[in-house]
C-alpha cells in the first residue's frame, strides 16, 4: 500500500527549521491501519525552550503517546515543530500542554497522552502531563519509562 504524501510539504524537502512553534507546520498522514486500535509512541529526550522571564535554557524529556484513528503525526514536521521551541519562551506547563493540543487537534485521535518530564532549574524538577482522556479499552500502553528525577540520591 503506498501512501500519498503530495500533500506534504517538508517531507523528502530541503526545509528550514521553522524559529517559532507558531510558524511551524505540523502535517499528518492518512492512518493505513484506520480500522486497528495501536498505540505509537514519540519520544524527544533533548527537548529544548527558554524561560520566558529569564531568558535561560530549559531541557525537558517528552513522551507522546497516541492512539491513531485517520491520521499519524508526519516526523519530520513533529521534529521541525519540536525544534521551533528551542527560543521559544514559555513555561514548562504551557509548553507541554500546548504541543499535546496541537497534536491532538491536527490528528483527533482516539486518545493521546504526552508526558512533559522537565530537568531541574532553581533546584526543582517540573513533570507535567496531559492527555485526552481515558485509555481506550484494549489498547497496550506501555510505562513512559522515565523515572522520577533523584539527582545524586
Known sequence: MTTDTSALTQLGRMTDAPTDPDAAELERVPNPHAGTLFCARFVAPEFTSLCPVTGQPDFAHLVIDYAPADWLVESK?????LGAFRNHGAFHEDCTVAIGKKIAALTEPRWLRIGGYWYPRGGIPI??????????????????????YRGRG
Not at 129 to 147: I, R
Open 77 to 81: 514536521s513533529l521534529k521541525l515543530y
Open 127 to 148: 513533570d507535567v502531563f496531559f492527555q485526552t482522556g481515558p485509555v481506550p479499552d484494549g489498547l497496550w500502553v506501555p510505562d513512559q519509562g522515565v523515572p522520577p
